[in-house]
Nanobody, 121 residues
Framework: QVQLVESGGGLVQPGGSLRLSCAAS????????MGWYRQAPGKERERVAT???????NYTDSVKGRFAISRDNAKNTVYLQMNSLKPEDTAVYYC???????????????WGQGTQVTVSS
């Protein structure tokens, strides 16, 4: 099995910054995709940013120029640097990873437990 543990959420004022981290552990052969999603109250979960090993990151339009996703393959960890935060960024942020647990296994999707980000004055 694979576990994803997120950290770094909290309360921040508009215009402030936060950095989220998500570390994957367990039976891991390779991680093809790591990403961040968020879900605000009363809304569906939406993709924020994803990064495929060896490729450029991809962002949803509302965070382009403000958020940056990065990945440390040696640590199986993905980060989300969030700058110029707005109240509409308030949500529970979830980490997602698409993992092969063995060389011949299919790819499995794993989710973290979520971390709350609140942007408010």
């Amino acid at each position: 099995q694979v576990q994803l543990v997120e950290s770094g959420g909290g309360l921040v004022q508009p215009g402030g910054s936060l950095r989220l981290s998500c570390a994957a552990s367990g039976t891991i052969f390779s991680i093809d995709v790591m990403g961040w999603y968020r879900q605000a109250p009363g809304k569906e979960r939406e993709r924020v940013a994803t990064i495929i090993s060896g490729n450029s990151p991809n962002y949803t339009d509302s965070v382009k120029g403000r958020f940056a996703i990065s990945r440390d393959n040696a640590k199986n960890t993905v980060y989300l640097q969030m700058n110029s935060l707005k109240p509409e960024d308030t949500a529970v942020y979830y980490c997602k990873a698409i993992v092969k647990t063995r060389t011949s296994s299919p790819r499995y999707i794993f989710w973290g437990q979520g971390t709350q980000v609140t942007v408010s004055s």
